[in-house]
């Protein structure tokens, strides 16, 4: 099934939101003719630059182009709305960034176009591109055919070599205004003929940190909920107003040291859609409230290990937001606590920190001006973390380090006692909820009812659910029957705060096991788990290690 964001793909480049300044330019090069043939799309990840190189693309072979807007309407606009541009050529540069991939590219530029008057070559990722790579396509670059044009996109131009960015209309991307993306949000939500509450507009653009493809996302895992009125309180079952629950259990388990697990889990949080670069800040709302605490109980991090942990965290946030892969910042950032280093993490010689300062203004010189000053301007929200940063700085009080080497072996006592403690309860995949007054006859017996029934009758239960209370099946449904221990059926739920809801509430949890009984003809009790199964998970904990040492160069060595 196609996407939302598919779906309502703008069709023209007064549909993108939030770019005017660059779509408004790129229009009025299609209407007058005066076209460059090499353009750098630059910018965050998700605020469109795809989206705008395909109208471009559409655009310049469009066979009745209105003031530069493609018409959508003729044979080229259709095929190319269809998806079926024989002439718009994207290549994944991560992926395919060695010479050969690129002599093989050049190799087809030299063809005329198939169907269309004009060839537009879309490299994503640009900056993955090697050295020798960009160098066989220079010359290309220099003496394109008038038929060829070359859009490379990418969230690190900085990266590209000087003599490419030179040859190269520069277009700086911009995360979306709040304002523009309430107005997609309701635009999209209007389209699908969903009701959807101010408050919920607000949700979602707030954890979408001005990217508009994370804002489709979030509405699009609504809209599958088949709600035709979207309330906030229906939101909150798929949104939460905020992460403090899997940000605690993040930091539990770097207090933990336990490396892999924590990992795992942040690659788990990318794969459930948490934004990543907002989730930060609910780690740092995390440290902060642990930093308070520790006042009257000793914390798994000692107060200096806490401040460290927050710099730490705002530093890995910048990261993000430049465009450095916000999982890879997050377990960077894991890395480092849950190895206890966070002493030794201060230096700016951590591998992400080359990118700080590198924004266009102190790196503008060897490239051709941006189309206006609008574009150039650093986006506020990056100002306002460094500020808030400097605070947290002079907040920290010196005096909190300069502690008594006494102190210290006593703090790191404790400190090994609670992450020995933490190690033995944690079950970081998955962990079993059960409460003392639920019909808990034997649940290591065998199974009184059959796993597959369960789960083909599931449906039914969750309709005989519907009946009494018509929030939980939201959560039922992208919840699975996991096993029959006994007469206890143990569901999976995808959320921490799912599985509180349903079984950690005595009247929700009452509800479901009474549907069960309806359905089923047993009497049943009703358990749940969270996370992934153990098999997926070990397959991607071996994926993250192979990224990891990728992204190091190192090799897995079999021992
Ligand atoms: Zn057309």
Redesign the pocket.
């Known amino acids: 099934m196609p996407s939302l964001s598919q779906i309502h793909r703008p069709k023209t480049f007064a549909d993108v939101t939030g770019q005017g300044h660059v779509t408004e330019t790129l229009r009025k090069e299609v209407a007058t003719g005066t076209l460059g043939h090499a353009f750098l799309f630059c910018g965050p990840r998700g605020v469109g630059k795809t989206t705008t190189a395909r109208i471009f693309a559409k655009a310049l072979n ?4 209105k003031d530069g807007e ?5 044979q ?2 259709v095929a190319a709305n269809e998806g079926r541009q024989l002439d718009l050529i994207e290549q994944d540069a991560a992926t395919h960034n060695g010479v050969d991939d690129m002599r093989e590219l050049i190799e087809h530029v030299r063809f005329a176009p198939l169907g269309g008057k004009r060839k537009v070559y879309v490299l994503d990722e640009a900056h993955m591109l090697t050295g020798s790579a960009w160098n066989a396509l220079l010359k290309t670059l220099e003496e394109p055919p008038p038929y060829a044009f070359f859009i490379f996109a990418t969230t690190e131009w900085h990266k590209i070599p000087a003599t490419i960015v030179s040859r190269c209309q520069r277009f700086e991307f911009k995360r979306i205004p709040d304002a523009e993306l309430s107005e997609r949000v309701r635009f999209i939500a209007k389209a699908e003929g969903m009701k959807i509450d101010d408050d919920v507009v607000r949700l979602i653009v707030s954890r979408s940190d001005g990217c508009v493809r994370d804002a489709e996302t979030l509405l699009g895992q609504l809209a599958s909920l088949g709600a035709k009125e979207l309330t906030l309180e229906t939101a909150s079952l798929v949104i939460p107003q905020g992460y403090g629950e899997l940000a605690a259990r993040l930091i539990d388990l770097w207090a933990s040291r336990d490396h892999a697990a924590s990992l795992r889990e942040a690659q788990r949080l990318a794969d459930d859609g948490i934004p990543l670069v907002p989730f930060f800040d609910d780690l740092v709302a995390e440290v902060r409230r642990r930093l308070v605490a520790s006042a009257d109980a000793p914390q798994a991090f000692t107060p200096g290990e806490l401040n460290d942990l927050a710099l730490l965290l705002f530093e890995r946030r910048k990261d993000a937001k430049v465009g450095v892969d916000a999982l890879f910042a997050l377990q960077l950032a894991g890395t480092i606590a849950a190895n206890g280093l966070l002493r030794h993490s201060r230096s700016p010689s951590v591998i992400l920190s080359e990118t700080k300062d590198l924004t266009p203004e102190t790196k503008g010189d060897s490239s051709p001006p941006a189309q206006n000053d609008k574009a150039r301007e650093v986006p506020k929200a990056q100002e306002k973390t460094k500020e808030s940063s400097s605070e947290y700085q002079i907040a920290s009080s010196e005096g909190q380090r300069a502690k008594s080497r006494e102190q210290q072996v006593k703090e790191n006592q404790e400190l090994s006692v609670v992450a020995s403690e933490a190690k033995q309860s944690q079950t970081p995949v998955a962990e079993i909820a059960s409460s003392p007054e639920a019909p808990r006859n034997d649940n290591a017996g065998s199974p009184t009812v059959d796993l597959n029934i369960v789960r083909m009758k599931w449906q039914a239960v969750i309709r005989a659910v519907d009946e009494v209370n018509h929030s939980l099946p939201f959560i039922l449904k992208i919840s699975r029957p996991e096993d029959v221990r006994g007469s206890t059926v143990i569901l999976r739920f995808q959320y921490a705060f799912h599985l509180d809801k349903i079984v950690g509430d005595p009247k929700n949890r009452h509800i479901v096991e009474q549907s069960m009984e309806k359905v089923l003809g047993e009497r049943l009790a009703l358990e749940g788990v969270v996370g992934e199964d153990a098999a997926r998970a070990e397959a991607r904990s071996q994926d993250i290690v192979s990224n990891i040492l990728k992204a190091f160069g190192g090799n897995v060595v079999e021992s």
């Open positions: 469009c066979e009745n182009p493609p018409c959508n309407a003729c080229a606009c």
